[in-house]
């Protein structure tokens, strides 16, 4: 019955070190131990023995009972810290594998046409300013020499909120806000992009939304040859050296004099062609000597101080620059043409 037992024990030992997983295990666990089992089978013949031959026996199957039992649990924990590493090694992170990059956006012709222009002005001592889009009459208007039924306001076709709100119509409402910040002293040097909104039809030249750069400057001496140096400066450092410019009269209620101001044309340079409608130059932006009474209201004296504004459409600006024939471009988002100006990164 000894000689049972021992090789109850020695299959139990060797079935549990070749078993691999732990259901099996606990399978061995029940076969081997449980009531069922050989242990217990063997104990049948207990009854008849005597009482000697009992003990040997009882205390031979206990210890067959936890020589199985601790190789069970040993083989658990094998199998467990097995089962363990094998997890974490799954789930390891391999930080010297090639990292997945995510698709890049580039920063829209707009905002780079904007930046660019902002270069240009920032490096000649402008600063930067901005101001709401959602105006009052009194600073895109009034504040303008644009007085309520003045017959100019019908240039500016406008989205009005209320009688007295509105959605600009230009950025000059920020020069108007920024003179009123300098309590009358100057110089002031300051260039205003932002989004501004007329209620037009959108085609290929018009959008009922649209980006302007305002510029103003007030000192004692400025005068209209400092603004024409400073635009000629400008469209030479946009457009090219060889780029020359034209002042033509003009009329806005906030400048006098006022003018529109033409580039040559990139393609015939001033001669004449198609794409200039022969006349050798392109309109590019309007501009002027600030007007005393605007001077007045933004609460610089007219008879110290004189000032130029000018007012740049950089959607304008890009569509000279990279031959893009419809402004609407601009606004749909087609990333076809979004991806083509990745200009500076
Ligand atoms: N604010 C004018 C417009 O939108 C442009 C402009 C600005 C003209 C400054 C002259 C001087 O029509």
């Not at 974490?88 to 956006?105: C, H, M, N, Q, R």
């Not at 402008?126 to 895109?140: C, K, L, M, R, S």
């Not at 100057?186 to 980006?211: E, M, N, W």
Request: aromatic residues 8%; hydrophobic residues 35%.
């Amino acid at each position: 019955m000894l000689e049972k037992l021992k090789d109850i024990c020695k299959n139990a030992l060797c079935e549990i070190n070749e078993c691999q997983d732990l259901k099996q295990l606990n399978l061995l666990r029940v076969k081997y131990l449980g009531k069922k089992g050989p242990i217990q089978d063997a104990m049948k013949v207990m009854k008849d023995l005597d009482k000697e031959q009992r003990k040997v026996l009882g205390q031979v199957s206990n210890e067959t009972k936890n020589d199985i039992l601790e190789a069970i649990d040993a083989k658990t924990k094998k199998l467990e810290k097995q089962m363990l590493e094998k997890k974490l090694k799954k789930e390891a992170i391999d930080v010297t594998l090639p990292s997945f990059k995510p698709p890049l956006g580039t920063m829209h012709l707009t905002n780079q046409i904007i930046e660019e222009i902002e270069d240009i002005f920032v490096g000649m001592g402008y600063t930067i300013a901005t101001g709401p889009e959602v105006e009052t009459d009194h600073y895109n208007f009034e504040m303008l020499n644009l007085p309520k039924d003045h017959p100019a306001r019908d240039m500016q076709d406008t989205f009005y909120i209320t009688e007295e709100l509105l959605l600009r119509t230009h950025t000059s409402p920020v020069q108007a806000r920024t003179m009123l910040e300098y309590n009358g002293v100057g110089p002031v040097k300051i260039i205003c992009p932002g989004k501004v909104y007329r209620r037009d039809d959108d085609d290929a030249t018009h959008s009922h939304q649209f980006l302007q750069i305002e510029g103003l400057v007030i000192g004692e001496d400025v005068t209209m040859s400092d603004l024409k140096g400073t635009l000629e400066f400008y469209v030479k450092k946009v457009f090219g050296e060889d780029r020359e410019i034209r002042f033509r009269p003009s009329f806005f209620p906030f400048t006098e004099p006022s003018v529109e101001v033409d580039v040559t044309c990139a393609k015939c340079k001033g001669k004449g062609c198609s794409m200039c409608k022969h006349s050798g130059y392109i309109e590019i932006l309007g501009a002027g000597m600030v007007h005393p009474n605007v001077l007045g209201m933004g609460g610089f004296d007219p008879n110290k101080y004189q000032g130029f504004a000018f007012g740049i459409g950089p959607e304008r600006i890009a569509m000279l620059k990279y031959g893009i024939d419809d402004i609407r471009q601009f606004y749909t988002n087609d990333l076809r043409f979004n991806r083509q100006f990745n200009l500076k990164y």
